[in-house]
């Protein structure tokens, strides 16, 4: 942690990488959900692999979504 002033052009970069981390880690999420979830809204499959299918897309996701936040905030944190 440094001790000198940031510029306002370095206060204005902060939140335009959360909000770019956020909607990538969204997207990511979304592609990740379809692509394993999407069988089950496709073919008529088992309740019970339509479920695990829908609960693992999900975690998946939502796992990877994560990744991609901390990613991209510490890849931005290590370059400023």
């Given amino acids: 942690m440094t ?6 052009a370095e206060r204005d970069e902060i939140p335009v990488e959360i909000g770019y981390a956020l909607l ?8 990740v959900f379809a692509t394993i979830a999407g ?5 008529h499959l088992p309740p019970s692999v339509e ?4 609960v693992g897309g999900a975690w998946v996701a939502g796992v990877l979504a994560v990744i991609r936040v901390v990613h991209v ?8």
């Fill in 73 to 80: 905030l510490w890849r931005h944190g290590r370059n400023s």
């Fill in 24 to 31: 990538s880690a969204c997207f990511l999420g979304a592609v």
């Fill in 39 to 43: 069988p089950a809204a496709v073919w």
């Fill in 3 to 8: 001790t000198r002033r940031r510029s306002q």
């Fill in 51 to 54: 479920k695990f299918l829908l």
